[in-house]
Each structure stands twice: as C-alpha cells, then as structure tokens.
C-alpha cells in the first residue's frame, strides 16, 4: 500500500489524520481500485490503534472511496463504466448551475484568481498538479455564488474521479483541449454571460466524459 505515514500515537485527531492521508491517496492514484486496506498495516503505518483506522475506513466508504467485499474486506473501490455516465451527468448540471448562479457576483479579483489558476494549469508539466488546478480553476469560480452545498457536491463527485481524470489528461489530448475550453469559458465569465457561461460548462464536463469513457473502454478491452 502507498500512503504517506504520519506518527499520530500523540495526536487526538488520528481518525481525521488517517483518513486525509488514505483520501489523498486514493484520489492521487496511489492506490489501485481493489487496492485492501489492511488496518492492522496501516494502524502500525500510523502508530495508532486500529479503532482510528476502522473509523477512518468507514468514513471512505461513505464517500464512496472504498468498498467492503465478502472475505477481503475493505478495498479500493471501483467505479464502473455506467457510474461514470451518471456521475458525469450529475457533475454537467450540478457545475453548470453553480456557474449561473456565481457569473453575476464576480469580481475582478476573483476572475484574476481564475486567471491564475487557468495559467498554472495550462503550464504545468506534471500530471500531479493537473487534477489539482483543474479543481482550482472551476471552483474559485463557482465558490463566488456562495452556495456551499454546490461546492461539497462538486467536490465529492471530483474525489471519486480524480484519479481517472488524471490517468485521461496524461495519456489523451485532454490537456489540450481543457486548456481552450477553460479559456473560452474564463473569458465568458469575463464578459460576464452568465447562461453562456452555464452552457460551455456543461459541454466542457460531457466532452470530459466521453473522453474518459472512450480511454476506460479501450483500457478494459485490452486487459
């Protein structure tokens, strides 16, 4: 298993810190889907108790990060090819409301902040960072509206495609092309069209989607 170990035997957090470690993992790719999670390994990873860690576990699971099989326990989960159509469904109308509702109450500082975003993203050269500035871009745009309900759906649905995502952007023209259509869709908001705005984003997350699908489909009929 590869995770970033933390000595919490101290900490009165440990569920809280086990479980950003084992989050952060999994969303990274550093764990594989049917990846176990040992807690007796990762409790001695830790220094902690197995309680912190069974917690933490649970916790992944509600978020739909792991998944619990009949004799080997909790895993890495997966996500099949008609989560993806649906997740992405859900992530087109979910973002392209959040963006209706944030273009009339931008400023330029927070369009400057996207700017910025938009720029460290089409620059980086390391696929770590992609998925990262990706959520950065899209959502300092849609924190604006203040709507903090959005933002935690966005959020979730991002988590559990995360490492796909990136696995896409490497390996596709994905890069490319959401570089252009982040531009597009920045100067929109710029101009400040709100029901373009919504429009290009919901575009922006199908063409992800069938992008990805295509690259999954492709990957699993050659294994």
């Known amino acids: 298993m590869n995770f970033k170990a933390v000595d919490v035997a101290q900490s009165k957090s440990a569920t809280e810190i086990v479980f950003d470690s084992l989050r952060q993992a999994i969303i990274m790719g550093e764990m594989e889907d049917g990846e176990p999670l040992r807690q007796e390994e ?49 992530r087109a109308v979910v973002e392209s409301d959040a963006m209706r509702r944030a273009v009339p109450l931008m400023t330029k500082a927070s369009l400057a902040e996207a700017r910025s975003y938009h720029v460290a993203f089409a620059t980086a050269t390391e696929p770590e960072a992609w998925t990262a500035l990706n959520r950065k871009f899209h959502c300092c745009l849609y924190e604006v509206a203040n709507s903090p309900n959005y933002l935690k759906v966005i959020n979730g649905l991002l988590d559990r495609l995360d490492r796909y995502l990136r696995a896409q952007l490497s390996l596709t023209d994905g890069m490319a092309r959401a570089t252009r259509e982040h531009e597009i869709i920045l100067s929109t908001c710029e101009a400040g069209d709100a029901e373009r705005a919504a429009a290009l984003t919901y575009d922006h997350v199908q063409g992800a989607k069938a992008s990805l699908l295509n690259y999954l489909k492709e990957k699993r009929e050659k294994a």
Request: no cysteine.
């Open 42 to 90: 990762i409790a001695k990873a830790f220094n902690t108790s197995r309680i912190p860690v069974r917690e933490a576990i649970a916790r992944l699971e509600q978020l739909g990060l792991v998944e619990s099989r009949r004799y080997k326990g909790a895993v890495v989960a997966a996500i099949s090819i008609e989560e993806f159509d649906e997740i992405f469904d859900l």
